[in-house]
């Protein structure tokens, strides 16, 4: 699982390639709520939305949001927490929490 | 389940008076995984781990450091997300989100 994650970051580690993943970074909450709301309107039935570090709290967030408020079919799945070793820009690694909660129609 | 959470915040919100629950606040994440592996230690087959916005992704740490390094034989049980109100200063309400973690032996 962690190389399908690091797979899906991007230079921002804000989007995600893989369908039906919603990755969180940095940006406000609602961004990322949209993004799991296009994908449930695009006929999706299950929406991945995942996230490291202190990005956790705003994965939370946005899955009660987008649950709560705009897809209220959607009920949560798995919740899977993991670790991820980082390699910092001088060759030392860092350990890092990961969430991948799972929202499905 | 929001009333159980509220009854075990004290008033800096760092930790849990109900057994077997380390409710996470803004302490470094080590000084709540010594409170998980001390509770293990005692006997207990379970151990709650609980936080609200920002520190969810410190529970998430503190989960994953003490089942890696200190309680290898535990496992990750259910993980729950929710959302609670808070109540302002200024009487206002606000939404939060939750989690708890439950480690098993």
Chains 1, 2 share one sequence.
Request: aromatic share 2%; net charge neutral; glycine share 8%.
């Amino acid at each position: 699982m962690a190389e399908n994650i690091a797979d899906n970051i991007t230079s921002k580690g804000e989007r995600a390639i893989g369908e039906n993943v919603v990755l969180i970074g940095k940006k406000p909450a609602m961004n990322y709520v949209l993004a799991v709301v296009t994908q449930f309107n695009g006929g999706a039935k299950n929406v991945k939305v995942r996230a490291r570090g202190n990005a956790i709290s705003r994965a939370v967030d946005v899955a009660e949001i987008a649950r709560h408020r705009f897809v209220t079919d959607a009920r949560v799945g798995t919740i899977e927490i993991g670790s991820e070793e980082l390699s910092n820009e001088d060759g030392t690694t860092s350990k890092v929490s990961s969430i991948e909660i799972t929202l499905s129609k």
